[in-house]
Structure formats: structure tokens, C-alpha cells
């Protein structure tokens, strides 16, 4: 719930500045700029079209749309692969990098959008996209937060989804999606705040998963009687 409240107060700020442009009484600044996605990316781009068999012992996590969670993937049920195939990724760039922003692409299209905080030994496949936004004109949480709109996901779903079975963003379109941009020092103000509020949730995830892991840690143990509590006073 504190998650929810926190991101809907990044999504209604990020409206607010850059869509309604209300500190500038509705009107889009003189120095804002009309752009493209694939006008302030270095790239943007899918994950593997190739399926490398299952590898269960392996450390490589390989992740499809269905293992993405709201602010990160969920590697309880993800294939793992072996070293040369995930070699094989890496040199094909389907290994996200810092800052990189994955989108789900297929299916349950946009459901799930989330900025890679680290570089991490996993790969992803073609029902996933990459967008790695260029440092030098868009801040990351600048694009993080355009792609999260209603008003995005409205157009996308309009314009740029094909297939009726299983709908998925056709990418060669929707990376020439225009928007209003200001000036980088603008996007810096403005995306510090977004930042913090990114940062707090990731930090209330990750609580959240340590102590997820000392329950299902701990409960065995008090159920089989390993952990004595009887000595413990309420």
C-alpha cells in the first residue's frame, strides 16, 4: 500500500509537469522540445527471439514477460541457463544494463515498466524490451515515468499493438513516439524527486523480500520444533 501511494504520487507529479504543464499555467515552455523515443535512446530493442533450453542448476536467470513483477522480476519460477548461452546473450545484448528501462512488450503489454537500479549476470527474452535512454538528453526517471502514463499506455494500446491472441507493441512504430522534452537542467529538478521516490520503494521492496526470506526461513524451523519458543515470554 505504501508502494502504491508512493508511485501514484510520482506518476500524478510527473503529469503534472511534463503533460499538463502546470507550473507553466498549461502552455508548453519556449524552450521544450518535441522528440522521440528513439531520439533519446541509444537503443531500444527486444530480448532474445532464441529460447536456450532450460538449465535448473545453472546461476543465469533467463526472464520472460510473465517474470516481471512491478518493480523488478521474480526469479522464484524463471528458466536459468548455462554460461555459454548466457555468453551467447550478453554479446547479442539481451543482458539489461544500469539505467536500462524494461517494458512488458508482449501479452499483458505495459502491465509491468521498471529501471534497472544494476547490471546483473541475467538475460531476457523477445517479450521483454529494452530502452536505454542516452544520459546526455533524458534523464532515466524521465522516460521511466513517460512510459508509465494512462495517457501513454492509452496511445499504445491504440496505435501500436498488433495481434489479437497475443497483443504486443510493435516496436519499429512505437520508438517513433513524439513527445515534449525540456531542457536537461528542467528534467533534473523535476527527476530528483522522482528518483527519491524510486529509490524509497525499491528500498520498502527489498525490506519486503528480506523479510519474506527470514519467514520462509524461520516457519519450518518453529513448525518442526527446531526453534524452541516456549521459554520466551509474550
Known amino acids: 500500500?505504501?508502494?502504491?501511494?508512493?508511485?501514484?504520487?510520482?506518476?500524478?507529479?510527473?503529469?503534472?509537469?511534463?503533460?499538463?504543464f502546470a507550473p507553466y499555467n498549461g502552455t508548453t515552455p519556449l524552450s521544450w522540445h518535441e522528440v522521440s523515443l528513439d531520439g533519446v535512446c541509444i537503443k531500444i530493442t527486444d530480448g532474445s527471439h532464441y529460447s536456450?533450453?532450460?538449465?535448473?542448476?545453472?546461476?543465469?536467470?533467463?526472464?520472460?514477460?510473465?517474470?516481471?513483477?512491478?518493480?523488478?522480476?521474480?526469479?522464484?519460477?524463471?528458466k536459468h541457463i548455462t554460461e555459454d548461452e548466457f555468453r551467447k546473450m550478453k554479446q547479442n545484448d539481451c543482458v539489461p544494463l544500469n539505467n536500462d528501462i524494461l517494458v512488458a512488450k508482449d501479452g499483458s503489454?505495459?502491465?509491468?515498466?521498471?529501471?534497472?537500479?544494476?547490471t546483473k549476470d541475467e538475460a531476457i527474452l523477445s517479450s521483454i524490451a529494452i530502452f536505454r535512454p542516452n544520459p546526455d538528453i533524458i534523464v532515466p526517471e524521465t522516460l521511466l515515468y513517460l512510459l508509465k502514463q494512462p495517457?501513454?499506455?492509452r496511445d499504445v494500446r491504440d496505435n501500436y499493438v498488433s495481434g489479437s491472441a497475443l497483443p504486443r507493441i510493435v516496436l519499429k512504430d512505437f520508438k517513433r513516439y513524439r513527445f515534449m522534452l525540456p531542457p536537461m537542467e528542467e528534467q533534473k529538478k523535476i527527476s530528483g524527486i522522482l528518483h527519491s521516490i524510486r529509490i524509497q520503494i525499491k528500498a520498502n521492496?527489498?525490506?519486503?523480500?528480506?523479510?519474506?526470506?527470514?519467514?520462509?526461513?524461520?516457519?519450518?524451523?518453529?513448525?518442526?520444533?527446531?526453534?524452541?519458543v516456549t521459554s520466551i515470554n509474550f
Open 205 to 228: 521492496v527489498d525490506k519486503i523480500h528480506q523479510m519474506s526470506l527470514l519467514r520462509d526461513t524461520l516457519l519450518p524451523k518453529l513448525m518442526s520444533g527446531e526453534i524452541d
Open 109 to 118: 503489454y505495459l502491465k509491468e515498466i521498471f529501471l534497472c537500479s544494476e
Open 151 to 153: 495517457s501513454v499506455r
Open 1 to 20: 500500500m505504501i508502494n502504491d501511494n508512493l508511485e501514484q504520487q510520482a506518476l500524478a507529479l510527473f503529469e503534472s509537469y511534463f503533460i499538463n
Open 52 to 78: 536456450p533450453a532450460d538449465s535448473p542448476d545453472s546461476p543465469y536467470p533467463m526472464y520472460s514477460v510473465k517474470d516481471m513483477e512491478t518493480y523488478g522480476f521474480n526469479s522464484s519460477s524463471c
